[in-house]
């Protein structure tokens, strides 16, 4: 559990996650304002890591070029901790997202990533939690990279037989 079990209250009332170090995993302000800030709207697939409160992955299920979300949490108590959280309810109900922990990730990821369907493959953090776990942060980027070397070399396996089947017909 990398959550305090503590909630704090933000200027704007909205209730917010502490870290075990009693920092917050959200602003303290207007949490509701939170948002992933991007280059360029990503397309397809996200992963977010680091669901906290979930206000940034709330202004996420709104957007029509993201078709999926997944967004995980250090470990399943945590997971759960958050689903406590208005805006984390939200994000539960909503079919174009998925919540989970990092141990069940590449499950997730080999059962409900289509690369065909969704295209793009997108990691981002939630800047606090990733400050607040370095270590999870790179456990979780492993996790994502390998997921997406298998299934690269999959895929490329796929392509060089079936360009040998046409060739054959």
């Known amino acids: 559990m990398i959550y305090s079990k503590e909630i704090a209250e933000a200027k704007n009332g909205s209730r917010i996650p502490?870290?075990?170090?009693?920092k917050p995993a959200n602003s303290k302000?207007?949490?509701?304002?939170?948002?992933?800030?991007?280059?360029?709207?990503?397309?397809?697939?996200?992963?977010?890591?680091?669901?906290?409160?979930?206000?940034?992955?709330?202004?996420?299920?709104?957007?029509?070029?993201?078709?999926l979300i997944i967004a995980v949490e250090a470990d399943s108590e945590s997971l759960e901790f958050c689903k406590q959280f208005s805006s984390t309810k939200k994000i539960e109900e909503c079919k174009k997202a998925?919540?989970?922990?990092?141990?069940?990730?590449?499950?997730?990821?080999?059962?409900?990533?289509?690369?065909?369907?969704?295209?793009?493959?997108?990691?981002?953090?939630?800047?606090?939690?990733?400050?607040?776990?370095?270590?999870?942060?790179q456990e979780i980027s492993?996790?994502?990279k390998n997921f997406l070397e298998k299934v690269s070399a999959d895929y490329?396996?796929?392509?060089?037989?079936?360009?040998?089947w046409q060739r054959n017909i």
């Open 18 to 22: 502490l870290f075990k170090n009693g």
């Open 29 to 67: 302000y207007n949490p509701d304002a939170e948002q992933i800030l991007f280059e360029a709207l990503p397309k397809g697939c996200i992963i977010v890591a680091g669901i906290a409160g979930g206000f940034h992955i709330e202004k996420l299920l709104s957007e029509k070029n993201i078709s």
């Open 98 to 137: 998925i919540l989970c922990d990092k141990s069940n990730l590449e499950e997730i990821l080999y059962t409900k990533y289509f690369p065909v369907l969704y295209k793009n493959l997108t990691l981002v953090f939630n800047r606090a939690w990733k400050n607040e776990n370095p270590q999870i942060a």
């Open 142 to 144: 492993s996790t994502v």
């Open 156 to 164: 490329s396996v796929q392509a060089h037989f079936g360009k040998l």
